[in-house]
T-cell receptor
Framework: DVKVTQSSRYLVKRTGEKVFLECVQDMDHENMFWYRQDPGLGLRLIYF???????EKGDIPEGYSVSREKKERFSLILESASTNQTSMYLC????????????FGSGTRLTVV | GEDVEQSLFLSVREGDSSVINCTYTDSSSTYLYWYKQEPGAGLQLLTY?????DMKQDQRLTVLLNKKDKHLSLRIADTQTGDSAIYFC??????????FGAGTTVTVRA
């Protein structure tokens, strides 16, 4: 069964800390995505990557960066965490759209205090 | 504004049909999707419809697509308590991007 694994389900960090959220997929997918999910706002795209070492900004990239050194791993980095980055973070991967759409991880609920 | 719009809440009695509606703006979208998110979990693909189709049925799920009005709906027949979840509509944007709606929270009451 295809899988996208996010390293932590719950994370609590202090304001100003550097935070790493890790995502690994085992499907050999080219495309990987990071979203944040907030009530009433749905899913907002932070960054995506369509190949190793390639990255593109999504709709809300400010305060975030990403790293994709290997095809299977896509990391989201909060350079200096702030309370307004408290959210659910979802990673997804895809070959291409079409009948399979995206495969999502279970999410990381990040609280910044 | 939002590319994909959906109402935020729906309450339905167990055993009734649920209908979740969605409007999208990109007439060139090739695929449209419905995802389900159960509490504390990621999103799971429920079903999809290709843009040249009007309807797709899959067991209790029926998807209707009106391309002229850019309107997509998901009907769940005989709604059960396990159907309580957030349902997201999404449209394909180009080769590999999806645009999601804000999600409709469906609550099934006894």
């Amino acid at each position: 069964d295809v899988k996208v694994t996010q390293s932590s389900r719950y994370l609590v960090k202090r304001t100003g800390e550097k935070v790493f959220l890790e995502c690994v997929q085992d499907m050999d997918h080219e495309n990987m995505f990071w979203y944040r999910q907030d009530p009433g706002l749905g899913l907002r795209l932070i960054y995506f990557s369509y190949d190793v070492k390639m990255k593109e900004k999504g709709d809300i990239p400010e305060g975030y960066s990403v790293s994709r050194e290997k095809k299977e791993r896509f990391s989201l980095i909060l350079e200096s965490a702030s309370t307004n980055q408290t959210s659910m973070y979802l990673c997804a991967s895809s070959l291409a759209t079409g009948v399979y759409g995206y495969t999502f991880g279970s999410g990381t609920r990040l609280t910044v205090v | 504004g939002e590319d994909v719009e959906q109402s935020l809440f729906l309450s339905v009695r167990e055993g009734d049909s649920s209908v979740i509606n969605c409007t999208y703006t990109d007439s060139s979208s090739t695929y449209l999707y419905w995802y389900k998110q159960e509490p504390g979990a990621g999103l799971q693909l429920l079903t999809y419809i290709f843009s040249n189709m009007d309807m797709k049925q899959d067991q209790r799920l029926t998807v209707l697509l009106n391309k002229k009005d850019k309107h997509l709906s998901l009907r769940i027949a005989d709604t059960q308590t396990g159907d309580s979840a957030i349902y997201f509509c999404a449209e394909s944007k180009g080769d590999y991007k999806l645009s999601f709606g804000a999600g409709t929270t469906v609550t099934v009451r006894a």
